[in-house]
């Protein structure tokens, strides 16, 4: 009686469940056009930031609402591949340049070129613009970037008796000497969490001459000489012979490697700009750091930009709203504000600018703002294969180097056949 | 030396105890943590200060109760699906003999090959034609077809280890094939059940894959993807908030596995004294 009586019961739980889940949902008949717009960001602030700047078009144009379906960057890729697929993608997409130029390069993203005005074209940096144009289409539009910067302890270094840099930008041999300086006592100068270190070799590579890759999609290819060497060597020689960085740091995320800058145990940490925030907040009350001015190689102090970007699938029944949407969440005074919540760098110079005027040099935001004038297009990003054998070849790769398990000629040699392997 | 025994053998339990909990007060402490302290190296077990923003943080920007009810649905209503499908499935499949017991065997092991990420377009394609994707019932279905095999697999292994002369003996009593189904098959099979909902219910609970795909409105979220949303690019954690909401994710299943626990043993009790 009891079994049949749980039966029952389950049989009603289930039955009931399934009718209540089928009520759920919406759909749009007639009516003002509705956008989705899958939003990925993840500070309250930048998601408050948001909701406002959607709030503001929802009011301004009423015949066009756009909705919000917020997303995590974790597993996003995975999930797009399927929307795309499928043919049921968000109208507007939030990503980075990175992942949407195979999405590009396949044919799901719209060109976006004539709903770009000349102003907002002119106004968007060529290296940066670059970053979102693919075969010859603009088919997104940047909204955040961020550099890698040097925060340094200054109490830390004015007790090395270290000149503390003050012009446009420093060098990566000025570097290499304040680390050595203040690597005594049982302290070290630098601190640099390089468990995923292909980012940032691939971003920094620019100021030594390294490219990485030429060419687009199936016909990238990769070639490793002294330009990508330069940075990866630099930092074996920082770590082995000047012993000048703190070695567990070398195995720890950017996060991690704040908590020894934070101890003392670390004079100086490179780190994404955007960490400038998260320091002020978790810093020690006392704490006096500052951002050392951007960093140059032989080549000058650029750095790849992959930006977090806007961008308007293809098969939307509202290509245009959709731009248009692009197009205001993009104006000055959003873009500053944005940047702001999020604590990084504005694509465009008119936003720059005005985050500039508005914050100074508060917490370092002078020296990061600036830093963004020297961010330049990646050839990475149009690589096909890139992120496979990022994952795949050169992270292993690079950490195998700095373990000191393989030597220069080892890594080259593993990089580029690598390549070869994950491009066939 | 047996009076030792004794003492120590507690002590040993006291110390597993301890081992495996301590990533659960890890957890708990680091809700209570402020981002200074968790950025830290002096790491403590007990909190310098207490802070319970983390809590209010997980509870009003990410609607985290909204998606554990949504996880508790799917959750429950697949696990009840799974153990109502998979229970006269696997009582046929561990009594049948021959070439369709075989291919029942074989289809269960084949369908585990397959990784998720080469099944979800399709699926996603037939539940879209359905009107079921970004849907609950969408989502309760494709876990009960996910957990289905290996739920069949478990209880057709418990079925098997009833003796079927404990039938024939029934049968011989007279007693109908239901009521020996009834009366002396399906209190025998209580705790594999259990252990089967139980497993069936973790592991709708804590997926993350099919819910991430199949999932594009925000009040349809489960707890898993809501986590996820702490979780930000260039490797941001907001990690006081993310472990109350870890915290307060692992209650439900702390819940159902401590009310299970007692009917597994009580099955297991039934089944010996029929037996």
């Known amino acids: 009686m009891k079994t049949r009586r749980a039966v029952v019961a389950a049989c009603l739980l289930v039955t009931s469940l399934l009718l209540a889940a089928c009520g759920g949902g919406s759909g749009d008949s007639g009516g003002p056009v509705t956008l989705t717009f899958q939003s990925l960001s993840d500070q309250p602030a ?56 195979p ?31 693919v075969d010859g289409k603009v088919v997104a539009v940047p909204t955040e970037l961020q550099s890698y910067v040097v925060f340094a302890n200054k109490t830390q270094l004015q007790q090395a008796g270290v000149a503390i840099p003050t012009g446009a930008t420093m060098t990566w041999d000025q570097l290499r000497q304040i680390a050595k300086a203040t690597t005594k006592d049982g302290k070290y100068g630098l601190g640099w969490g ?146 702001e919540a999020d604590a990084l760098i504005p694509p465009t110079t ?27 297009s990646a050839p990475y990003l149009f690589a096909g294969k890139y992120a496979q054998w990022k994952d795949t070849v050169a992270t292993p790769a690079y950490q195998r180097f700095l373990a000191q398990q393989v030597d220069a000629n080892g890594l080259k040699s593993q990089l580029e056949d690598g390549w070869k392997s994950v491009s066939k | 030396m047996r009076l030792l025994l004794r003492p120590a053998q507690y002590a040993a339990l006291a110390l597993y105890i301890l081992f495996l909990g301590f990533p659960l007060l890890w957890l708990i402490s680091a809700s209570v943590k402020s981002s200074g302290e968790l950025n830290s190296l002096s ?24 998606s554990a009810w949504n996880s508790l649905v799917v959750a429950l209503a697949s696990t009840a699906l799974s153990v109502l499908i998979a229970v006269p499935a696997a009582y046929v499949l561990a009594r049948l003999r021959g070439k369709v017991r075989v291919a029942g065997v074989g289809w269960i092991l084949v369908s585990q090959v397959f990784p998720v990420v080469l099944i979800i377009l399709p699926l996603f394609l037939i539940l879209r034609t359905l009107g079921l994707a970004d849907n609950l019932v969408g989502l309760t279905l494709v876990h009960t077809t996910y957990m289905l095999p290996f739920a069949l697999w478990m209880l057709q292994g418990y079925v098997a280890a009833i003796p079927v002369e404990l039938e024939e003996a029934g049968a011989m009593d007279g007693a109908s094939r239901l009521t020996v189904l009834r009366t002396i098959v399906f209190p025998l099979l209580a705790p594999g059940v259990v252990a089967t909902a139980m497993f069936s219910f973790v592991s709708s609970w804590n997926e993350f894959f099919f819910a991430l795909v199949l999932l594009q409105s925000p009040e349809n979220y ?34 159902f596995f401590s009310i299970l626990r007692r009917k597994l043993t009580s099955g297991l009790m039934a089944g010996a004294v029929k037996g």
């Open chain 1, 103 to 133: 999405f590009a390069s396949d044919g799901y993203l719209a060109d976006l070129t004539p709903y770009l005005s000349g102003q907002k074209r002119a106004d968007i940096p060529k290296g940066v613009l670059d970053s979102v144009t």
């Open chain 2, 222 to 255: 489960t707890l898993p993807i809501t986590l996820n949303m702490f979780v930000g690019g260039e490797g941001k954690v907001a990690l006081g908030p993310l472990a109350a909401g870890a915290v307060l994710a692992a209650i439900p299943s702390i819940v």
């Open chain 1, 194 to 339: 390089l468990s995923s270190p292909t980012a940032a070799f691939v971003a920094l590579a620019p100021a030594f001459g390294g490219k990485y890759f030429q060419g687009t999609g199936d016909n990238a290819s990769l070639s490793v000489g002294q330009g990508e060497m330069a940075l990866p060597q630099l930092v074996n020689s920082m770590a082995y012979q000047d012993k000048s960085i703190l070695p567990v740091t070398l195995t720890q995320s950017g996060t991690k490697a704040l908590a020894p800058f934070y101890a003392g145990q670390t004079a100086m940490t490179v780190q994404g700009s955007y960490q400038a925030v998260n320091i002020e907040k978790d810093a020690p009350k006392g704490f006096d750091w500052i951002v050392l001015p951007p960093l140059a190689g032989p080549s000058g102090p650029e750095q790849a930009a992959n930006p977090q970007t806007l961008s308007v699938n293809k098969d939307s029944a509202h290509v245009k709203e959709a731009a248009q949407f692009v197009d205001f969440f993009t104006d000055t005074e959003n873009l500053a504000a944005m940047n």
């Open chain 2, 43 to 66: 790491a403590s077990l007990l909190p310098h200060e207490w802070h319970w923003e983390n809590y209010a943080e997980a509870f009003t920007k990410q609607g985290l109760l909204h």
């Open chain 1, 350 to 376: 008119s936003a720059r600018q005005a985050l500039t005027a508005k914050l100074g040099s508060k917490n370092g935001w002078g020296t990061i703002l600036a830093s963004g004038q020297y961010l330049t």
């Open chain 1, 46 to 101: 930048a998601i408050a930031q948001t909701q406002k700047i959607v709030g503001d078009w929802n009011k301004a144009h009423p015949d066009v609402q756009v909705k919000i379906v917020p997303a995590g960057w974790d597993g996003v890729y995975d999930k797009l591949v399927t929307q795309f697929n499928a043919g049921s993608a968000p109208d507007i997409v939030h990503y980075e340049a990175a992942g949407i130029a």
